[in-house]
């Protein structure tokens, strides 16, 4: 990277030794980010790299060992092998991971974001209260879509931001949180929600040929009224317009949990002949985002592009291998934040995002006690990339 130095220039003494524990289900995305962390440290010039405040700075990981064996009862215990004392330890967990499994009296038994999230506090209690400061990175937030009470109902993710706060956890770091209003639960703790929204610019920029990036050409679509400030966001610093689908719902009955959606409304001006960007925080069966580029399709859009930060993919890739087929979708776009199926990553419609190179940034800012606010606003970065594709510049990897 050229235009911009790739690792950061941070000169304060950092909080403590550096050190990351990736719970099983993020332990590929956590070998990324140690990566890039050991190759910044290696490479960062700085005249107090000898001092005793920078004492095992530079190392060949920063990965503790740790894990979480079972008994044959399904019970388990968090055991970390190293010493963590003082410390400033993050902790990746990917709870939506459900292709690791446990056995359960003989039975084989897939593992629950319940069983994730236990895991978590399994690593936190493990430390003891040694560690000098602990931050959870939790992309895909536990229960963040039971974030508000409408009967009488359980409050799942407010209490469980309570409890990690509570066994001594000091930050929360995670993305695209369904509503960050959750983090009113912790007020006096620190709470980030981080938006992909310049790695989803930049994957469509490295993958798409023919992209005409104004407001004649292009249109930003929120598929629902609760994800209109992700799409708002990305219409402003792209310079587009934005159109809206609302889901009419039958109020009278209760499928599956919830009130079944009737119809998809638009509200928003023509878009024929543009192409679409779908955004949202998650594919879940996927179903709301097909039918909403079904309805631009019928509204003659030319390509629509689906955006999600969490591909969860409930009911499998056949509807949207199906879709891709009929021309109605042309990419979709998902983060490496949760498990990615190797159909999913094999599959010709879709665009990985890595975000690992983001989160070693968090983590290198946060432990040199630097602000982040930069990375919190990406303008300038996506600014620059699409002058830079508008000019020719970028490699395509199409």
């Known amino acids: 990277m050229s235009r911009r130095e790739e690792k950061r220039n941070l000169e304060t003494i950092p909080v403590g030794s550096l050190g990351i524990i990736p719970l099983e289900g993020c332990k590929a995305l956590g070998e990324k980010v140690d990566n890039f962390l050991v190759k910044w440290r290696t490479e960062r010039e700085s005249e107090h790299k000898a001092s005793l405040a920078f004492a095992g700075y530079q190392r060949d990981s920063y990965i503790l060992s740790a894990h979480v064996p079972r008994f044959g009862s399904g019970e388990a215990k968090g055991i970390i092998l190293e010493s963590v004392r003082g410390t400033d330890l993050y902790i990746l967990v990917d709870v939506a991971n459900y292709s690791l499994t446990y056995s359960l009296c003989g039975h084989e038994n897939h593992m629950s974001p319940d069983d994730h999230y236990q895991d978590l506090k399994r690593i936190i209690a493990a430390v003891g209260g040694k560690a000098r400061r602990i931050t959870v990175i939790m992309p895909y937030l536990y229960e963040s879509r039971q974030h508000k009470r409408t009967a009488r109902e359980s409050l799942d993710c407010a209490l469980a931001l309570q409890e990690m706060v509570a066994m001594g956890v000091d930050n929360i770091i995670t993305f695209d949180a369904h509503d960050p209003r959750v983090q009113n639960a912790i007020p006096l703790h620190g709470f980030e929600t981080v938006q ?81 960007i779908i955004i949202d925080d998650m594919i879940s069966s996927g179903e709301s985002a097909l039918e909403v580029a079904a309805e631009l399709k019928k509204r003659k859009a030319k390509r629509v592009f689906i955006c999600a930060t969490f591909g969860l993919f409930t009911g499998g890739l056949t509807p949207f291998e199906k879709a891709y087929e009929e021309g109605l979708i042309d990419r979709v776009l998902t983060t490496n934040l949760i498990y990615q199926t190797p159909d999913l990553l094999a599959s010709p419609w879709y665009i990985d995002c890595d975000m690992s190179k983001y989160i070693a940034y968090l983590i290198d800012t946060l432990n040199h006690d630097a602000s982040i606010s930069d990375l919190l606003n990406p303008n300038e970065r996506i600014q620059s990339i699409v002058t830079r594709y508008k000019n020719g510049e970028l490699e395509h990897l199409a």
């Not at 990036?213 to 708002?232: L, Q, Y």
């Open 196 to 276: 992909p929204t310049y790695q989803f610019i930049k994957g469509l920029l490295h993958h798409v040929e023919g992209l005409q990036i104004d407001s004649d050409h292009m249109m930003v679509i929120s598929p629902d009224e609760g994800g209109m400030h992700r799409a708002i966001y990305m219409a402003n610093v792209l310079g587009l317009d934005m159109g809206m689908f609302y889901k009419r719902r039958d109020y009278t009955r209760v499928e599956n949990g919830r009130n079944p959606i009737v119809a998809h409304e638009f509200l928003g001006t023509s878009v024929e002949g543009k192409d679409m």
